[in-house]
């Protein structure tokens, strides 16, 4: 068996994400001499009637393994920049969006116009809806002259049925909207020829909750962390997932020490590009 490879996710939804998130990320790439793969919102983070619905319901069903706070997670000033600004996170960061491209990280976009409405509506969209968003987030990498994304993740995970055609028509090759225990990390789509689905496999279950920020809400030791990476390494390639705003910075120490234990290991951290050009 070649050596397990590691992709790092990082979907970049807020502000606090972008800054001052990213930068210690790509500081511990150069470190460690390995590239990641970013996901960037390019439109607004929140939506204030998804929030209020979700304030007056009483289902707490988010809720469902140990996750930290959005305090804990954006710091106080990230929470409160989010709630009173709400500016568009990646249109509003072109510098940093270039400066990870340069870098040689991937870079695929997360979602349209807004992370909240993408999560909690984007199933009721049609066609054209859908299509109009996935356009919006394209044009809005591509105008501040990135280039053209051609990996995609939904935000929460939320996958419209028809997204894998209309992303397919935009000249994306694959859609990281699985995360599924044990299951392949990349098949064929169903759907479309020569479009893959990645599977996305260390995070926090059930609930899709970021892999370091659910060690840490479940207060594991070093070591604890330590033997699920082994694990994982055993089981071969796979994907982790989590978010700039935490493992870029009280989680960097967390990531660093996960990365040098697959290294460790014997194992290769590689972008999600390197998975599906074969
Ligand atoms: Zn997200």
């Known amino acids: ?4 490879r590691l992709v790092v996710r ?4 807020t502000i606090a994400c972008m800054h001052p ?9 150069r470190e460690n001499d390995v590239k990641f793969s970013f996901f960037v919102n390019m439109g607004r983070a929140i939506s204030y009637s998804a929030i209020i619905r979700k304030l007056v319901s009483k289902s707490n069903k988010d809720n469902q393994v140990v996750k930290l706070s959005s305090v804990d997670k954006l710091g106080f000033g990230g929470v409160l920049k989010t709630l009173l600004f709400n500016s568009k996170v990646g249109l509003s960061h072109p ?16 979602g ?4 909240g409405t993408w999560q909690h509506n984007a199933r009721s969209w049609g066609k054209t809806k859908l299509k109009e968003e996935v356009e919006w987030g394209f044009n809005a990498m591509t105008q501040i002259g ?12 939320t996958t419209h049925p028809d997204l894998e055609v209309v992303l397919a028509e935009l000249g994306f090759l ?71 705003c935490l493992v870029g910075r009280h989680g960097l120490d967390r990531l660093s020490a996960i990365i040098k ?13 390197n998975l599906i050009e074969k």
């Open 1 to 4: 068996m070649s050596s397990p």
């Open 10 to 13: 990082l979907d970049i939804d």
């Open 21 to 29: 998130g990213v930068d210690g990320l790509l500081s511990l790439a």
């Open 95 to 110: 510098q940093m969006l270039h400066k990870i491209v340069r870098e040689g990280h991937d870079l695929g976009l997360h």
């Open 112 to 115: 349209g116009k807004n992370h």
């Open 146 to 157: 990135l280039p053209a994304p051609n990996l995609f993740c939904s935000p929460g995970f």
């Open 174 to 244: 694959a859609l990281a909207d699985d995360h599924l225990e044990g299951a392949k990390l990349i098949s064929p789509s169903l759907r479309v020829k020569d479009f893959k689905r990645i599977n996305t496999t260390m995070l926090g279950q059930p609930g899709a909750v970021g892999y370091v920020e659910n060690s840490m809400a479940s207060v594991l030791f070093p070591d604890d962390v330590a033997i699920k990476v082994k694990k994982s390494f055993m089981q071969g390639d796979a994907v982790l997932y989590d978010h700039p």
């Open 261 to 273: 234990v697959w290294l460790g290991l014997g194992g290769q951290v590689v972008p999600l590009r």
